[in-house]
């Protein structure tokens, strides 16, 4: 009898232990849920922006992305987001895909305008920037550099065989 009551026991501990770490990790979850108002921007690359990534303005997490979609007759890329209701966005604003380091943490990052005019539920921020492919970037620069080294050798050697061909 002693040892079901243990086991019983120890089984409501685990319980108790996975509800106080879902309480925790809900509060710390900084999330829009249910409120606030959808937006679309349309861009030429998302990279690797997922849905869940957060919408930030100056650093700042105002909202999240909710869907990403291909539109078929263009092939560009459409990002939904929601922003929290007490924020309002101008008219004018414009938004970039950026990371949060080298190692990804991608999130959609939005410049307000200056224009009165506020966005709506349901409108798109047209002024985008895509996300830039750090990988790619890295593989141009570290081409160019070897090439660069190869011309230098070349020039150097032409220069040490034109000197000793006086």
């Not at 078929?72 to 938004?95: M, N």
């Not at 895509?130 to 070349?154: M, Q, R, T, Y």
Request: hydrophobic fraction near 45%; proline fraction near 4%.
């Amino acid at each position: 009898m002693n040892k079901r009551i243990s086991e019983i026991l120890a089984g409501l501990v685990v319980i108790l232990a996975a509800c106080v770490f879902l309480a925790y990790a809900a509060s710390r979850t900084r999330s829009v849920g249910g409120g606030g108002y959808d937006l679309t921007a349309r861009f030429g690359s998302i990279g690797p922006l997922a849905v869940g990534a957060p919408v930030k303005i100056a650093g700042v997490t105002i909202g999240e992305v909710t869907r990403t979609a291909l539109d078929p007759q263009t092939y560009a890329a459409i990002v939904r987001f929601r922003i929290q209701p007490d924020i309002k966005i101008p008219k004018d604003s414009s938004a970039a895909i950026e990371s949060a380091s080298l190692l990804g943490g991608d999130y959609l990052s939005i410049s307000p305008g200056g224009s009165e005019t506020m966005l709506a539920s349901g409108q798109a921020i047209t002024a985008t920037q895509s996300a830039i492919n750090i990988e790619s970037l890295l593989g141009k620069f570290v081409f160019s550099a070897a090439n660069f080294a190869s011309s230098a050798s070349k020039a150097q050697g032409g220069a040490a065989d034109a000197a000793g061909g006086k």
